[in-house]
């Protein structure tokens, strides 16, 4: 059994662009990757909504901080495969006045951590597979809390890109998969979800040298 780690934010826990609410557990991408997979993985969803790379936030908590729970999440759930890094959005924010490059390298530092935590079979590193989010839509309700952020996520990937190849790390382009709703221009419709879901599958199987049947 292997075991592989989506760590996230909303767009990893769910929220439905028109609700606000969770989608069920076979909607959300990671449920759609532990079925790509099959049998032989065991997928552990860990998507907070609002979490940043390493940021922070002085309105909704520091706790919404990537890093502040990076470490013992990866301890608890021990050992692990593989970890994915989906995360940046939140960093968008205009409170926060991050780059695009900043934003990316600060994902990277997850990969870092992750990289020397020890956490992977035998005492080793996981593979890690760090994933740029896909470019902020139309904004409508969160215009102004995002301004800015369509421009600057238009440029994550080639960031996200290079700062993954400096650490060996995979890299999976979401926005080439994805698209973000126009109902509120920051969280994924449920068939985005497949999308993103069957797109990490395949990564993964790539990553792991695994060919499921």
Same mark, same amino acid.
């Given at each position: 059994?292997?075991?592989?780690?989506?760590?996230?934010?909303?767009?990893?826990?769910?929220?439905?662009?028109?609700?606000?609410?969770?989608? =069920? !557990?076979? &909607?959300?991408?990671?449920?759609?990757?532990?079925? *790509?997979?099959?049998?032989?993985?065991?997928?552990?969803? %860990? #998507?907070?909504?609002?979490?940043?790379?390493?940021?922070?936030?002085?309105?909704?908590?520091?706790?919404?901080?990537?890093?502040?729970?990076?470490?013992?999440?990866?301890?608890?759930?021990?050992?692990?495969?593989?970890?994915?890094?989906?995360?940046?959005?939140?960093?968008?924010?205009?409170?926060?006045?991050?780059?695009?490059?900043?934003?990316?390298?600060?994902?990277?530092?997850?990969?870092?951590?992750?990289?020397?935590?020890?956490?992977?079979?035998?005492?080793? =590193? !996981?593979? &890690?597979?760090?994933?740029?989010?896909?470019?902020? *839509?139309?904004?409508?309700?969160?215009?102004?809390?995002? %301004? #800015?952020?369509?421009?600057?996520?238009?440029?994550?990937?080639?960031?996200?890109?290079?700062?993954?190849?400096?650490?060996?790390?995979?890299?999976?382009?979401?926005?080439?998969?994805?698209?973000?709703?126009?109902?509120?221009?920051?969280?994924?419709?449920?068939?985005?979800?497949?999308?993103?879901?069957?797109?990490?599958?395949?990564?993964?199987?790539?990553?792991?040298?695994?060919?499921?049947?």
């Amino acid at each position: 059994m292997r075991t592989v780690l989506c760590y996230g934010d909303s767009n990893t826990w769910g929220s439905d662009p028109e609700t606000g609410e969770r989608f =069920a !557990p076979e &909607v959300r991408w990671p449920g759609v990757l532990a079925r *790509g997979l099959g049998d032989g993985f065991r997928v552990i969803e %860990e #998507g907070l909504p609002g979490r940043t790379t390493v940021r922070d936030d002085p309105i909704e908590g520091a706790h919404k901080n990537g890093r502040a729970y990076l470490r013992a999440c990866l301890e608890s759930h021990r050992t692990l495969d593989l970890v994915t890094v989906m995360l940046g959005t939140n960093d968008l924010k205009e409170r926060f006045g991050a780059s695009a490059s900043d934003i990316a390298q600060g994902a990277a530092s997850l990969a870092d951590e992750i990289l020397l935590s020890g956490c992977g079979p035998e005492g080793g =590193a !996981p593979v &890690v597979i760090l994933i740029s989010p896909p470019p902020v *839509g139309t904004l409508t309700d969160m215009a102004e809390m995002f %301004e #800015g952020a369509e421009e600057k996520s238009a440029r994550f990937a080639g960031h996200y890109r290079r700062f993954a190849e400096q650490r060996g790390c995979g890299f999976l382009d979401a926005g080439a998969e994805i698209t973000s709703s126009d109902v509120d221009g920051i969280h994924l419709e449920a068939d985005e979800h497949r999308k993103l879901g069957e797109a990490v599958a395949a990564r993964v199987e790539k990553a792991l040298g695994w060919a499921t049947v």
